[in-house]
């Protein structure tokens, strides 16, 4: 988000989901929408048997690509080399938006100079993509009317993940795909309210609506209607948190709803971090593996037992209501967090959750015009900034919240940990439709539990056979950091020398293996690329 | 646009509209087992027929498009007999157990028996026997309650882009199975279930928790990913006993197989049911208070000693909009760092 949100000013998906349909053409890059994504997919099926075509970018064989007019099967972490040499194409054949370019961004010059020499072939080189496959996707993308790109974490979970999004963000400028309807540039949020939590200010810079701490208006702003000080410091995010705890300068943290322990990258730097700290407090609805190394663990409620929003990928509003009791002692986190609050001497008090939303209204206008009410007949996408506004479907209809949008010229750089003879696969890590996240939920519901049991690793038929492994036999899989053990599904869904393991499973966790390099900008963690072994595992 | 009248009634729709939509968008129902709006019409189950002049044959008004100036009648004394007659015809090879069925109450087929009058029937005979029972965990496969409507084969293939099924044999042994007629082995979106008119295809796990009486339904969104699709959990004694989605949100009805199937974890044993405190490596149950006292004395003896950016906090990419805004105040406001963050990039 920090990526897109330097370059337009506001980080979000740009068009709506029912805007899907509509696309002429869509270029999905590392995102498994079917899966990570089920009714987005469907959308996007929806728009295919209307007559889109479909680019798919991504290192395995997505059940996307069955719908997909070409597939381009790079390498992992060499999104940069593809984007560029597609771009490269792109101006070469003159498919740019001149006017777009002139009237609404800045920087294009340097950036043009960047790609002029990146060409198909030598993209091919890096990615492995056939340069003729690089030209027809640039075409296909460059003549569209109505394209519009969709990724996820395939784009993101990189050292260089901030730069992938430039690239994906200079695509859509060049072309001036962006600020009209079913055209625009769509990072697809991965939770129920991953966006909402970003939007809410759970962000150590970013105060609730993107303002920046730093700033010492908005501070005031802030400090004025919380009647406190407050620091000027950004804080840390939470990949930083872990490190800090790990150093020691971070002696306590309350954690609400969140299994660092699976979803982090390498869980035995996690464990001895969180082990380190004076005093962990952990608020959920299960004994997850982080809630077993807590000080103290607070019971709380799941969705069907509040009442409040979620805030959906395409920046959409919803209700959330209270259909049932929570268990045993069980409470709210709203009710939790007030009363540690008055413990500690500062009174947060609310008699409903709606007046929690009219001050998050005065605070951040974008969501001013929200009620409940309103939310009562259907949701609404902000900006939303009155009670008589619609909600925004798509975004920068008018322009940029920056002003001019910004080219970013990126240059290819290879993953931080590539393979080597020692630990000669790459791993690529994901979710699968049966589970989700770290399986806190997923892996107590025996329906889907029984359907997706166990954690597995895909790997190439070709690979497997050297190996001499079976479908379904151990294998042992390493990495510098940990090791672990898993079954083999063998599949033509990786390319050779791929090995993909779902990260939902404790007992063989994904994240034992992954490296915990940061993207420099966002600090998002290098998941998608790390070196391992695969062994036999004997003696079973 | 083109007008026809409908039962004397003007109406003008858009060209390609067809009889059947044009109706319902003057409110004039007409009975259908086997259309969906969102699916292409089929004309299989012969309800929908009316009467068009000019045309001396009954017509399946959810294929016939509209043509300029048409006459047409949904309901005379000729069309509602020829419709209890094939409501007889199917009701003669299905099970009379709705006293049993999961669908009692919420059946389409049922509530056309009730509304004609169907109870004795004149065409007793030969019923197809299924006794294969499919194994798989989600979907409840009853195929002696088939109609034969093929609206889980269209789904299927229209919306899910599947095809996990379709119709097999012919005639009177025609019958809705995978290949090979094997266990179902799908994506178990659950769509099919969600448009099946009987009680041929259920929920698994809704077996005997409760039908149409003491089930309340709140409408509420989706806790996996971000899709932001609409629920409708239906309640019955505080437990859900099932979940469905209205078609008119962003997700047009469609489920996933976590947001159709995935809601037990709420009332899963494991629930967390009481604070704990750990104790030489122990937890214990310990009283709201009790836990609380002892969150505010850490934390504020902690923040004394170190500074207040010695501690940190991560909410939650589950929780709402208004516990998170909660959460990150309470971490700036009240412990006074800007330590807080979640799972975004994860």
Not at chain 1, 4 to 20: R, Y
Not at chain 1, 53 to 63: G, L, N, Y
Not at chain 1, 439 to 465: C, F, K, Q, W
Not at chain 2, 95 to 117: H, I, R, S, W
Request: proline residues 6%; glycine residues 8%; neutral net charge.
């Amino acid at each position: 988000m920090a990526g897109l949100a330097t370059v337009f000013g506001s980080g979000a998906m740009t068009n709506s989901i029912p805007e899907i349909e509509n696309n002429d053409l869509l270029f999905v890059i590392g995102s498994n929408t079917t899966e990570t994504h089920p009714i987005i997919g469907l959308r996007m099926k929806k728009a295919y048997r209307r007559g889109a075509q479909i680019i798919v970018a991504d290192p395995r064989k997505i059940d996307l690509v069955r719908f997909s007019a070409i597939w381009l099967q790079h390498r992992p972490g060499t999104d940069v080399a593809l984007l560029n040499a597609i771009m490269h194409v792109l101006l070469k054949e003159k498919l740019i938006d001149k006017q777009f370019i002139a009237d609404r961004t800045e920087g294009f010059d340097a950036f043009k100079k960047s790609i002029e020499d990146i060409t198909p072939e030598k993209a091919e080189k890096i990615t492995g993509v056939p340069a003729k496959d690089i030209v027809k996707a640039a075409l296909l993308y460059g003549k569209a009317k109505r394209p519009a790109i969709y990724y996820t974490m395939g784009i993101t979970q990189h050292s260089h993940g901030t730069q992938n999004v430039f690239s994906v963000a200079n695509l859509a400028l060049m072309t001036g795909n962006l600020g009209k309807e079913s055209t625009g540039v769509n990072p697809l949020r991965g939770q129920n309210n991953v966006q909402g939590a970003t939007d809410m200010g759970c962000i150590p810079n970013q105060y609730p609506g993107y303002q920046r701490v730093d700033v010492p208006a908005i501070r005031q702003k802030f400090a004025e209607a919380w009647s406190t000080e407050l620091s000027p410091k950004p804080g840390l995010t939470a990949t930083e948190m872990v490190l800090a705890a790990h150093e020691g300068s971070l002696k306590a943290l309350y954690i609400m709803g969140e299994n660092p322990m699976i979803s982090d990258p390498d869980m035995q730097h996690t464990k001895k971090a969180l082990q380190s700290l004076d005093f962990l407090v952990v608020q959920d609805i299960f004994m997850t593996e982080t809630a077993r190394l807590a000080d103290v663990v607070l019971p709380s409620s799941c969705f069907a037992e509040k009442e409040g929003t979620f805030t959906n990928t395409e920046r959409r509003l919803q209700k959330v209501r209270r259909a049932v009791t929570p268990p045993g002692l069980a409470r709210e986190d709203s009710s939790i967090i007030m009363d540690i609050a008055g413990r500690l001497g500062s009174e947060m008090r609310y008699n409903c959750m709606e007046e929690v939303l009219q001050e998050i209204g005065g605070l951040w206008p974008a969501v001013a015009g929200v009620t409940y009410g309103r939310l009562e007949e259907a949701g609404l996408q902000w900006p939303c900034p009155t009670p008589d506004h619609p909600g925004t479907p798509y975004l920068f209809k008018g322009g940029f919240p920056r002003g001019k949008a910004a080219f970013t010229p990126v240059s290819f750089e290879p993953s931080k940990e590539l393979p080597d003879a020692d630990y000669p696969f790459i791993l690529t890590t994901g979710r699968q439709l049966f589970q989700y996240h770290t399986g806190s939920m997923t892996r107590r519901v025996p329906e889907l539990n029984e359907v997706a049991p166990e954690a597995y690793i895909e790997i190439h038929p070709d690979d497997a056979r050297e190996l001499g492994a079976d479908d379904g036999e151990m294998l042992r899989v390493s990495s510098r950091r940990g090791s672990i053990k898993l079954k083999a599904r063998i599949s033509d869904r990786p390319a050779r020398g791929l090995v993909f393991i779902p990260f939902h499973y404790h007992e063989a966790a994904a994240n034992m293996l992954t490296n915990a390099e940061l993207d420099p900008v966002c600090k998002i963690p290098e998941l998608k690329v790390c070196a391992v072994r695969v062994e036999k595992e004997t003696g079973r | 646009m083109l007008h026809l009248t409908i039962n004397g009634l003007r109406v003008t729709v858009p060209e390609g509209t067809t009889i059947l939509d044009a109706a319902r968008s003057a409110d004039i129902p007409i009975p259908t087992l086997c259309h969906h709006p969102k699916l292409t019409p089929y004309g299989g189950c012969r309800l929908c027929i009316v009467e068009v002049k000019g045309i001396n044959r009954p017509v399946t008004s959810c294929t016939t498009p509209v043509a300029a100036d048409m006459e047409v009648a949904t309901t005379t004394p000729a069309i509602e007999r020829m419709r209890k007659t094939i409501l007889e015809l199917i009701l003669s090879d299905h099970p009379n157990d709705c006293m049993v069925c999961e669908k009692a109450g919420d059946c389409t087929l049922q509530e056309l028996a009730y509304f004609y009058g169907v109870s004795d029937n004149r065409f007793e005979g030969e019923r197809r026997c299924y006794t294969g029972k499919d194994h798989n965990p989600f979907i409840g496969r009853d195929m002696e309650k088939c109609i034969l409507c093929g609206k889980c084969v269209r789904v299927c293939e229209e919306v899910q882009g599947v095809g996990a099924i379709d119709i097999a044999y012919r005639g009177f042994n025609a019958k809705i199975c995978p290949p090979f007629e094997k266990d179902l082995s799908c994506e178990f979106c659950g769509q099919c279930v969600s448009v099946c008119p009987t009680g041929a295809l259920t929920g698994k796990a809704w077996t005997q928790r409760g039908r149409q009486k003491d089930v309340r339904e709140i409408d509420t969104t989706c806790p996996y990913c971000g899709c932001g699709c609409s629920l409708t959990l239906h309640v019955r004694r505080n437990e859900i006993v099932r979940v469905s989605s209205r078609d008119d949100t962003i997700n047009e009805g469609w489920l996933c197989p976590k947001g159709r199937f995935g809601y037990t974890f709420v009332h899963s044993r494991d629930r967390l049911k009481t604070p704990l405190i750990k104790e030489k490596g122990v937890h214990r149950e310990a009283s709201w208070d009790e836990a609380l006292d002892l969150i505010a004395s850490r934390l504020s003896k902690i923040g004394k000693k170190h500074g207040p950016d010695a501690i940190g906090g991560l909410s939650s990419a589950r929780c709402t909009n208004e516990e998170n805004y909660l959460f990150q105040k309470f971490m700036r406001a009240v412990i006074g760092t800007n330590n807080v963050d979640h799972c975004a990039r994860l």
